[in-house]
C-alpha cells in the first residue's frame, strides 16, 4: 500500500488502527469542480461537504466517486482518508473540540456511535433504507449509519497454490484438515515458491486490530447463525468459554508455527498484503478488502504472481465450522449539522445505480444494497457471493466488544504468544481470559 502524507496535523492523534480496515497512511484532497450547480442541491446547504474515510485503499475511488458527483450537482465532496496508523475516534473527537467537525463520517461499530449520541441525523425516511438488511440502527431504532459496503472474514487462500498442492479448500472444515494442509504446504514450500504457509502478523501496535478484532472475533461468532450471541453475551460479563477457545488458541498456535518469522511479531500490514499478492503466502490472515490492494497498489506483483484465484476458508478451530463471518465493518454517520440535508442527498445518490456503480465496479465494494446490478471486479467478490448464497455465513459481534478491548487489552497477548513469551496454548488461554476478565472489570 503507498503511503500517502497527512495533510492535516491532528494532535494527539496516536498510532492505532481502524478495527475493520488495512493501511497505515492518511491522506486529504478534494476534486476539482468541473460542473455548475445544480437544482436538485438541497435548499439551504452549501456547495461543499467533507467525508471522513476510514479505508486508506480505496482513497483514489472515493475521490472519483466525489468527482462524479461533483459534476452531477455542483456539491463538492472532499475526501479525506484515514488508515490502519490513525485513530479516527480521536482524530474526530479533536475536530469536535475544534468545531471542525466533517458532515459525513465513519463509525465501526456501537462504540464509536456512542460517541456521537444525540449528535447524527436521522436517515430513517431516506428511500435507500428499505433497499438494504445492513442500515445501522440505533437503540430506538432510528437509523444513523449508511452501509456502503459488505466485507468478509475467512482465512484467505491462493487458489493456485492450493491446487498445486493438491488440497481441496471445501474440505477445509475441521482442525485436523486444516493441520494437514499446512504440513503438506510446508513440505512443499520450495516447490511452490513459498516463503511461509501463512502470512500472520500479531505486531501488536499497529495490527493489534487484525488479531484483538477481526481473528478473535471468529472466537466469538464462527459457525454460529448470524443472530447466536453465545460466546458475545459471555464476553460482556467479562468471560470466555474456555473449552472453545483453547480450540480456537490450538489454532493460533498453528499460525505461530507455520507463519513468516520475519512478519510474525514485527511485520506491517503492507508487508503482509505485498508478500500474499506476490504468491508468497498460501493463506494470509485478513479479510476481503484486501482485494482493492492486490489489484491496485501490489497489481504489479499480483499480475507477476499470475494474478492467481482467491478463496476464503472458515476459521475452522473447530469440527464443523463451515461459515465466514460477512458484515457492514463500518458505516458512514451524518453529522447533524448545517450541512445535513446535503449529505443525506449525497448519499442518497451513492444509493442509486450511478453511485453504485462506481463503488462496485471501481472501489470493488460488494453492495448491501438489494437492487444494485453490478459485481465488483474484485478478487474476492465471488467467494463472498457463494458464501452467502449458500447461507454460510456468520456475523461480526466484535464490533460491539468493549471500547479498547483489543487494543489496550489483546493485540498484546497475542504478539506475546507469538513471540514465545506465552510457551504454551493453556497460557494464552489464561491470558486471555484474565485481560477480558480486567477489561470489561475497569
Known sequence: MKKKALAILMTGVIAVGLAACGGSSSSSSGTASTGSKASSTPSGSTTSLRLVNGKIEVDAQLKELAKAYETKTGVHVEIESMGGGVDIQGALKNYNQADNMPDIFVNGGSSDFKNWDGLLADMSSEAWVSDTDAAYKDADGKVIGFPYTTEAIGLAYNADILSKAGIDPAKLTSPAALKEAFETLDSKKDELGLTAVIGYCAEPVNLYWSTGNHIFGTYEDAGLKRDDTTYYDLLTKGEIDTERFTKFAEMVDLFNKYSDPSLLVSGTYDQQILNFSSGKYAFVTQGSWIGATMTADDKEQYEAAGSFKVGMAPYCFDDGIDTIQTNSPSWWA?????????????????????????????????????????????????????????????????????????????????????????????????????????????
Open 334 to 442: 451524518v453529522w447533524n449539522g448545517k450541512n445535513a440535508d446535503a449529505a443525506k442527498a449525497f448519499l442518497a445518490w451513492c444509493a442509486t445505480d450511478e453511485g453504485q456503480e462506481i463503488l462496485v465496479k471501481k472501489a470493488g465494494f460488494v453492495s448491501p444494497f438489494k437492487s444494485c446490478k453490478y459485481i465488483a471486479d474484485d478478487p474476492f467478490a465471488q467467494t463472498i457471493a457463494d458464501y452467502v448464497a449458500a447461507g454460510k455465513t456468520s456475523a461480526w459481534h466484535w464490533l460491539d466488544n468493549k471500547e479498547g478491548l483489543a487494543q489496550q487489552y489483546l493485540g498484546q497477548v497475542f504478539a506475546d504468544f507469538a513471540a514465545g513469551k506465552l510457551a504454551k496454548v493453556d497460557d494464552f488461554v489464561k491470558t486471555i481470559a484474565q485481560q477480558v476478565k480486567a477489561c470489561y472489570n475497569s
